[in-house]
């Protein structure tokens, strides 16, 4: 969800035979074999980020273990991968309902500690108590059985943001580092796991992890491509989903090409309110007017790629603006980024792990296809960066999708309005990673199922990181007592403190 620029431009979903109608799409997902139990043990800590986590929230209180399932659930007797999943335990067994299923979004991003960042940044204690809170590296990923691309250290640094065409020929010029990754996808010591590594598959394995539980029913907490990984769950399993909460709602087609080109809307949506705090802030010299502060934009990407600033070009300053966009807390950072590179001062540029790197490569192209002719992007390009001129040029651009092999197993899951009307979709309205527009789509396509509520704020993620009063009292209304509101809401802005 909030994990990297990359991951959210891949941040941190799928195939399977539509429920809605394809007789296929019953063999895999009626599979009832019997799963392995869950030996909880405290959670192993390798890192010193891991670390440093630990010592707030509730890590310490963290337990892990580790579910086996089948790598093809139409074989579900046959190979068979690891699945990492954590607990964080009602703290008073009398209130617990049952349990919270979470994913903090990606794809590619590890969902193993998210029970506990969620617990430390403000899920109220009527929640916590009212569940065991269960999160889960999804397959492919972390300490599930990982997949990998042989991604080297440089290509890792360019993560799956494309450059920013300015033309025809940009779009050119980056089809063959494309095709080679792609390539070096489909030939990696990790390949035989890449068609079986979807959003579909995900799925079924949580439900595996329900099973392994002993429950029932689950409820649900997904966030970006968790809110996609959350809509698939409850259309492949409709009558095991108990709670759903979809937050910061992708459109029901997942992390398609359509989704990816959206971002650039999702930055012009948003873009607005960062220049409003830059220009009453006028100790960054960013421009004193929001007029200016979009000006300063054109000029800083326009300068850096031509001449770059410690390996920031126009393409990175403008990821680097998309992430800073991605709550309110991080413009002050932002601001201080642009004035950094406005007098010529580099800035640290961490590269994305390969693990989340490649992983995001399997689920989004193996998801959906995607075209596979130059001149598609190329048109692409050259109708988004008329329409989005802050990222068009860029989230238009070729992608190592266009060149994935074409030997998928089933075909996406089709999202629609058969179920249980137990969605509750949360949604900013000036969201940069998951606009509302796409949100929109989704709500349509579930129908009675779902109710959306939007929040008249910006940023991504609501839940329970916004500070929209009338949005998470919504949430944390529908997890600890089941009302939801009769029809779609707006809450309205919220006075800033």
Same mark, same amino acid.
């Not at 429920?19 to 063999?27: K, Q, R, W, Y």
């Not at 790598?71 to 009602?90: F, M």
């Given at each position: 969800?909030?994990?990297?620029?990359?991951?959210?431009?891949?941040?941190?979903?799928?195939?399977?035979?539509?429920?809605?109608?394809?007789?296929?799409?019953?063999?895999?997902?009626?599979?009832?074999?019997?799963?392995?139990?869950?030996?909880? *043990?405290?959670?192993?800590?390798?890192?010193?980020? %891991?670390?440093?986590?630990?010592?707030?929230?509730?890590?310490?209180?963290?337990?892990?273990?580790?579910?086996?399932?089948?790598?093809?659930?139409?074989?579900?007797?046959?190979?068979?991968?690891?699945?990492?999943?954590?607990?964080?335990?009602?703290?008073?067994?009398?209130?617990? *309902?049952?349990?919270?299923?979470?994913?903090?979004?990606?794809?590619?991003?590890?969902?193993?500690?998210?029970?506990?960042?969620?617990?430390?940044?403000?899920?109220?204690?009527?929640?916590?108590?009212?569940?065991?809170?269960?999160?889960?590296?999804?397959?492919?990923?972390?300490?599930?059985?990982?997949?990998?691309?042989?991604?080297?250290?440089?290509?890792?640094?360019?993560?799956?943001?494309?450059?920013?065409?300015?033309?025809?020929?940009?779009?050119?010029?980056?089809?063959?580092?494309?095709?080679?990754?792609?390539?070096?996808?489909?030939?990696?010591?990790?390949?035989?796991?890449?068609?079986?590594?979807?959003?579909?598959?995900?799925?079924?394995?949580?439900? *595996?992890?329900?099973?392994?539980?002993?429950?029932?029913?689950?409820?649900?907490?997904?966030?970006?491509?968790?809110?996609?990984?959350?809509?698939?769950?409850?259309?492949? @399993?409709?009558?095991?989903?108990?709670?759903?909460?979809?937050?910061?709602?992708?459109?029901?087609?997942?992390?398609?090409?359509?989704?990816?080109?959206?971002?650039?809307?999702?930055?012009?949506?948003?873009?607005?309110? @960062?220049?409003?705090?830059?220009?009453?802030?006028?100790?960054?010299?960013?421009?004193?007017?929001?007029?200016?502060?979009?000006?300063? &934009? &054109?000029?800083?990407?326009? *300068?850096?790629?031509?001449?770059?600033?410690?390996?920031?070009?126009?393409?990175? &300053?403008?990821?680097?603006?998309?992430?800073?966009?991605?709550?309110?807390?991080?413009?002050?950072?932002?601001?201080?980024?642009?004035?950094?590179?406005?007098?010529?001062?580099?800035?640290?540029?961490?590269?994305?792990?390969?693990?989340?790197?490649?992983?995001?490569?399997?689920?989004?192209?193996?998801?959906?296809?995607?075209?596979?002719?130059? %001149?598609?992007?190329?048109?692409?390009?050259?109708?988004?960066?008329?329409?989005?001129?802050?990222?068009?040029?860029?989230?238009?651009?070729?992608?190592?999708?266009?060149?994935?092999?074409?030997?998928?197993?089933?075909?996406?899951?089709?999202?629609?309005?058969?179920?249980?009307?137990?969605?509750?979709?949360?949604?900013?309205?000036?969201?940069?990673?998951?606009?509302?527009?796409?949100?929109?789509?989704?709500?349509?396509?579930?129908?009675?199922?779902?109710?959306?509520?939007?929040?008249?704020?910006?940023?991504?993620?609501?839940?329970?990181?916004?500070?929209?009063?009338?949005?998470?009292?919504?949430?944390?209304?529908?997890?600890?007592?089941?009302?939801?509101?009769?029809?779609?809401?707006?809450?309205?802005?919220?006075?800033?403190?």
């Amino acid at each position: 969800m909030r994990k990297s620029l990359s991951l959210a431009l891949a941040a941190t979903a799928v195939a399977a035979a539509a429920v809605s109608g394809a007789s296929a799409a019953a063999t895999p997902d009626t599979v009832t074999a019997a799963p392995d139990s869950l030996k909880w *043990r405290p959670c192993p800590q390798k890192t010193e980020s %891991q670390k440093a986590e630990s010592q707030k929230a509730d890590a310490p209180r963290l337990e892990c273990a580790t579910l086996h399932v089948p790598l093809d659930y139409r074989d579900p007797d046959g190979r068979q991968i690891e699945i990492a999943v954590s607990r964080l335990a009602s703290k008073d067994p009398s209130k617990r *309902r049952g349990v919270l299923l979470t994913n903090p979004g990606g794809p590619g991003a590890s969902g193993l500690g998210y029970p506990a960042l969620l617990a430390g940044t403000g899920l109220p204690k009527d929640v916590l108590d009212s569940y065991d809170v269960i999160g889960f590296d999804p397959r492919g990923v972390g300490r599930s059985t990982p997949v990998t691309c042989d991604l080297t250290p440089r290509q890792q640094a360019r993560g799956n943001f494309p450059p920013y065409a300015h033309t025809a020929a940009g779009v050119a010029e980056e089809a063959p580092y494309a095709r080679a990754i792609a390539e070096q996808c489909a030939t990696s010591r990790t390949a035989w796991m890449r068609p079986y590594t979807t959003t579909a598959n995900t799925a079924r394995d949580m439900d *595996r992890i329900r099973a392994a539980l002993g429950e029932p029913k689950v409820s649900y907490l997904g966030a970006s491509y968790g809110s996609y990984l959350g809509a698939v769950y409850t259309t492949m @399993f409709p009558e095991r989903g108990d709670r759903i909460v979809l937050d910061s709602n992708m459109g029901p087609d997942g992390y398609d090409l359509a989704n990816f080109r959206l971002l650039g809307r999702g930055m012009e949506d948003r873009f607005p309110d @960062f220049a409003a705090y830059a220009a009453a802030h006028p100790e960054y010299g960013l421009g004193t007017t929001t007029k200016r502060v979009t000006a300063k &934009f &054109f000029e800083l990407a326009k *300068r850096l790629d031509a001449e770059p600033v410690g390996g920031i070009d126009g393409t990175l &300053f403008r990821g680097v603006t998309f992430e800073g966009l991605y709550a309110d807390g991080l413009m002050p950072k932002l601001a201080g980024e642009w004035q950094a590179l406005d007098k010529g001062k580099p800035l640290p540029t961490p590269p994305l792990s390969e693990n989340s790197l490649a992983s995001h490569f399997y689920v989004t192209c193996g998801d959906s296809r995607w075209p596979g002719k130059v %001149q598609d992007y190329q048109r692409n390009t050259a109708i988004d960066r008329l329409k989005y001129p802050m990222l068009g040029g860029a989230t238009g651009n070729i992608k190592p999708c266009a060149y994935w092999p074409d030997n998928r197993v089933e075909p996406p899951v089709r999202i629609g309005d058969r179920g249980p009307s137990n969605v509750l979709m949360m949604q900013n309205e000036r969201d940069p990673g998951t606009p509302l527009v796409g949100a929109m789509k989704l709500r349509r396509a579930f129908g009675d199922r779902a109710v959306l509520v939007t929040a008249d704020q910006g940023g991504h993620g609501v839940y329970p990181f916004g500070r929209n009063t009338c949005a998470n009292n919504t949430v944390t209304a529908f997890l600890t007592n089941g009302k939801r509101p009769a029809e779609d809401l707006a809450c309205a802005a919220e006075p800033k403190k």
